[in-house]
């Protein structure tokens, strides 16, 4: 008998051999007809994959983001053999799931695909699953995979790379692929499929191989699901932030300036001002002090801190001034300069924390096919800030960066978010830096500071920044997609590097302990997110224009230009349409602009001093006429429900 133990932590004990559908069935018949998949004391198994010893075993569903998983890459087997059937020929390289889906890289040789032929690869692989073909998992010797894949030198190449007795082959049907496993348990499941698109993709991601057809696709266990999930992405494509970016003049790429550089247009900066403006408030409250930083450092600095050696490929090429052997980097982080800052002047207990903020501006070479928008570029300001305090002020100053976040979080509308603590792979300890103690201590912290304050969390081992262990903000939008915004990271690592110290009371030298924090994470990315998250709409507080004044014609505008003067005084931001167009075109492109409050002005307004308000996107509503003091009234009212007060 062996002992297998639930995720509930009950114990049940079966004979050696059970496999996990069989547990699943002793729990529960219907429990057991929504499983699909299954791990095996944290390795991901098939369900019926015998267990042999005791263990911890998770049953999961489609509900369930490694079900999802296992879906997924199941679909993308499906799709790899209509893929061979339909073009004779191909060579097929990986075929991994991802978010929302999967792809499979293939090498089509001469033949070319297109969107005219999704429709024809979709047929086949639901013909396929409707044969509810197993999935059947079997080792191979590596000789015996290597005869298999004799004429793919991509399967080739992988199967060199692995140890004889590790490699597997899966089977269905009468198609048979290398994987190391994680199946559904047979293809009748699939009952929907996408082709989504097709793209270049090179092989292993080395621009110097060749490049390959990247096949992308979905798949859901029913059709409803399948079309809820492409209205969605038709709502995505109408919030998508380069298209609003556009739309509302925020902000632009110029090809001469450089991809991943965006160019901040007057209501983009803004926005962005408002954005600084509204945290630097609450920081000032927070005790913080505002500092700057250069752009460059001596490439020794990087170096000191660790960042080089862990990320200089990821950097931009050194700058060589003429002195012999004197390199320079444009910024890649701001961590290095502030520790530098730290380090001007010697400090007693009795001084610290010191908490130094800046929205510094740092710059990483991202390779061209990464580059999106504003939420992958090559130059990006963080809203960064570092606070060095003793051990014993740790607790409570990670609880309050904790507020901190919270109340940006909630004046802008992300209510729904899951606290992410990121830490240390369990296994691979060489790409982290600094002593296991110290590790432990940083881990800790962040654990019982996230208890303390009742946070969602959910813990991600191999997640943690190379220095320190983090609690990452993982907020979903309006569309359900999560988004990692605002990230709090504990460091004991970067004052031992830096050789940061502070004069403790038994008057000797000690160690300060080094909280990262950013709770926009980038201007640039979050106000992407945010974009798309409000489709435009900002928070009242936030809006670049909160009103505009529509005249019915131009006898009206002097009276028009006396309320725009009005509203300044109440330090409402205004602009007046004087176009010579109807009303009814001045009030399409308000709402195309996503302006509040549409301010119409005639005859009767100007003779009583009112003005007639309409509403963004509430057509058909009637409009309502107030005095000025009226309509400030409202807005400074509605502005409070969402801009608020930060308290320490």
Request: hydrophobic share 35%; glycine share 8%; aromatic share 10%.
């Amino acid at each position: 008998m062996i002992k297998i133990t639930l995720p509930d932590g009950s114990i049940r004990e079966f004979a050696s051999g059970v496999t996990p559908m069989e547990v699943a069935k002793n729990i529960s018949e219907g429990f057991a007809r929504n499983v699909i998949s299954a791990s095996f004391n944290g390795t991901t198994i098939e369900t019926e994959t015998p267990l042999t010893t005791d263990g911890n075993l998770i049953l999961y569903t489609w509900n369930d983001a490694e079900g999802k998983k296992a879906f997924w890459h199941s679909t993308s087997h499906v799709m790899a053999q209509a893929l061979e059937e339909l073009y004779p020929g191909i060579k097929l390289t990986l075929g991994p799931p991802i978010a929302n889906g999967f792809y499979y890289d293939v090498d089509f040789e001469d033949q070319k695909i297109s969107e005219a032929d999704f429709k024809k690869i979709e047929d086949r692989i639901l013909e396929i699953a409707r044969g509810k073909f197993d999935f059947k998992m079997r080792p191979v010797t590596k000789a015996e995979a290597l005869e298999m894949y004799k004429d793919n030198v991509y399967k080739t190449e992988l199967i060199s790379n692995l140890e004889d007795g590790t490699i597997t082959f899966c089977d269905h049907a009468t198609f048979t692929d290398l994987c190391r496993g994680g199946h559904i348990p047979n293809t009748g499941i699939i009952k929907a499929v996408k082709i989504m698109s097709v793209a270049g993709a090179y092989w292993r991601g080395d621009e110097k191989n060749k490049q390959l057809t990247r096949v992308y696709g979905t798949s859901f266990p029913k059709q409803k699901d399948l079309t809820e999930y492409l209205e969605l992405l038709e709502e995505a494509k109408r919030r998508d932030h380069r298209k609003l970016g556009k739309e509302l003049e925020l902000f632009a790429f110029s090809q001469k300036v450089g991809q991943g550089l965006p160019l901040w247009l007057p209501k983009g900066a803004a926005l962005r001002d408002r954005l600084e403006q509204f945290l630097k408030r609450a920081q000032k409250k927070a005790g913080y002090e505002q500092v700057v930083s250069p752009h460059i450092g001596q490439k020794e600095l990087y170096v000191t801190s660790g960042h080089y050696a862990k990320y200089g490929a990821d950097s931009f090429q050194p700058i060589h001034t003429p002195a012999e052997g004197e390199e320079f980097l444009l910024k890649p982080m701001n961590c290095p300069h502030h520790c530098e800052i730290y380090n001007v002047r010697p400090w007693s207990y009795k001084d610290l924390p010191k908490r130094y903020a800046e929205f510094g501006t740092v710059y990483r070479y991202e390779q061209s096919g990464e580059l999106h928008g504003l939420t992958r570029v090559r130059g990006f300001t963080q809203d960064d800030a570092h606070i060095f305090c003793t051990p014993e002020q740790l607790d409570e100053e990670f609880k309050k960066v904790i507020d901190l976040v919270l109340y940006v979080f909630g004046s802008l509308g992300f209510e729904n978010f899951t606290a992410q603590i990121s830490l240390r792979d369990q296994e691979d300890r060489e790409k982290y830096i600094g002593t296991d103690e110290n590790w432990e201590k940083a881990e800790n912290a962040i654990i019982n500071a996230a208890k303390d304050k009742g946070l969602n969390t959910v813990v991600e081992y191999g997640e943690a920044a190379f220095y320190g262990p983090k609690l990452d903000f993982m907020v979903k939008d309006a569309l359900g997609r999560q988004w990692q915004l605002g990230t709090i990271q504990v460091d004991y690592n970067l004052p031992e590097r830096f050789e940061l110290t502070y004069k403790g009371a038994d008057n000797e030298l000690h160690r300060p302990v080094m909280i990262h924090r950013a709770p926009f994470g980038s201007m640039e990315r979050f106000i992407a997110i945010l974009l798309e998250h409000t489709a435009g709409n900002f928070p009242l507080w936030l809006m670049p224009e909160q009103a505009i004044i529509l005249s019915l014609s131009e006898k009206y505008e002097n009276y028009a230009k006396k309320v725009l003067d009005l509203l300044e005084n109440h330090e409402i931001r205004a602009l007046i349409d004087n176009r010579n167009e109807t009303i009814g075109k001045k009030i399409r492109d308000a709402e195309m602009q996503k302006i509040p409050f549409m301010l119409i002005v005639g005859e009767e307004e100007e003779k009583n001093g009112t003005i007639s308000i309409r509403r963004h996107g509430q057509e058909g509503k009637g409009n309502i006429t107030v005095s000025i003091d009226e309509f400030a009234a409202i807005v400074d009212e509605e502005i409070k429900k969402t801009l608020k007060v930060f308290t320490v």
